[in-house]
């Protein structure tokens, strides 16, 4: 009930409106985001580095009113992609489709992500959306791919399409992060049972080691805060005779940073996905439902 009504609440844009003015709303984020401007996120990726810790850095915000808009975040990753080289961080950047364009069109969104791609050599990740992005996010990927090497996309475990999309896409020696998902989803798209979307997150986790272990390029990322689901994929990478570099395991600021940490103090490749910016609501709200124990410590900024 309480995931559903925080997931109804990433959607209303009235509450986007008026509950990020107030301060203790504010401060409440700082948990999950080092603040709202490019420089936090970059202090931020910063300090990570110093214990061995490296970085995906993107920008919040969703839907947008016009196509100019789509420029503008196009610009903004520009300038942010410039800095990361100028300050020699170990950051990538990872994109929305929507904040680049999506609604408007899938070729011009196409090209933002590529222009993205050409000018630098680290990897460009793309986010995946709700469902009715899918197709388009991934026919984007897939046209990209037979132009650059250097960009991954995300794999969503709970919806029922992810492990047949995974096939079609392994030909392309993809760069591939696997999640769980974080939107709200008809059952008829989406598994409804955590169990299910667990299941799905270890047999993809698992095709995608098995790919690099087969001889592919493509980096397997397994993005997730699940104990369980890290610990399997350690042991499969362990059966595959995988290297610990040859995969990562990827985690969000300031979610389990102790587990964070044991994974890079045992030798994994650790990147964290640091989020930044003023449009932060739903996607805060959606952290919310993760984990719903979450409001306590909200409960707590605002008495504190
Ligand atoms: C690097 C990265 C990139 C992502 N990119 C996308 C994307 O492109 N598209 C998309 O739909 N989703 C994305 N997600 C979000 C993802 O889909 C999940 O919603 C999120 O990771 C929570 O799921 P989980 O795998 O941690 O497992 P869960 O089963 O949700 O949680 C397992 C355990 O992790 C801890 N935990 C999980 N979430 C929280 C939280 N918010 N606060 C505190 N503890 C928590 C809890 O201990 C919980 O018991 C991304 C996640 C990561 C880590």
């Known amino acids: ?6 997931l109804w609440a990433s959607t209303n844009p009235p509450l986007a409106e008026r509950l990020p003015r107030y301060g203790f709303v504010k401060r409440a984020t700082r948990r999950f985001m080092p603040g709202e401007k490019l420089e936090d996120a970059l202090g931020a990726a910063a300090e990570l580095g110093t214990s061995g810790i490296t970085t995906t ?10 196509e100019a808009e789509a420029d503008e975040v196009l610009q903004h990753y520009r300038v942010l992609l410039a800095a990361i080289g100028e300050q020699g961080v170990d950051a990538e950047v990872s994109v929305k489709p929507t904040q680049l364009g999506l609604d408007f069109g899938a070729p011009a969104t196409r090209e933002r992500i590529a222009s993205l791609a050409r000018s630098t050599r680290s990897t460009v990740w793309i986010d995946m959306e709700s469902s009715k992005y899918v197709d388009a996010t991934l026919d984007i990927f897939r046209s990209l791919r037979g132009e650059v090497d250097n960009v991954g996309v995300c794999l969503q475990s709970y919806l029922r399409r992810s492990e047949a999309d995974l096939e079609k896409l392994l030909p392309l020696d993809p760069s591939i992060r696997v999640v769980k998902g974080a939107y709200q989803e008809l059952a008829s798209v989406a598994f409804a049972r955590k169990s299910d979307v667990d299941r799905s997150f270890v047999r993809i986790a698992s095709r995608l080691l098995r790919a690099r272990a087969q001889g592919g390029k493509g980096r397997p990322v397994i993005a997730t805060h699940d104990p369980r689901m890290i610990a399997e994929a350690g042991r499969m990478a362990i059966e595959l005779g995988l290297a610990k570099g040859t995969y990562e395991f990827s985690l969000l600021f300031g979610i389990a940073r102790a587990e964070q940490q044991r994974l890079e103090r045992n030798g994994h490749r650790v990147r964290v996905l640091i989020s930044y910016g003023s449009a932060w609501f739903p996607w805060y709200m959606r952290r919310l439902a993760e984990r719903p124990a979450n409001l306590w410590f909200v409960a707590k900024q605002i008495v504190g």
């Not at 009930?1 to 925080?6: H, I, P, Y």
């Not at 920008?59 to 009113?65: D, I, N, S």
């Open 57 to 66: 850095l993107t920008q919040l915000g969703e839907h947008l009113r016009s």
């Open 1 to 6: 009930m309480l995931r559903q009504a925080l």
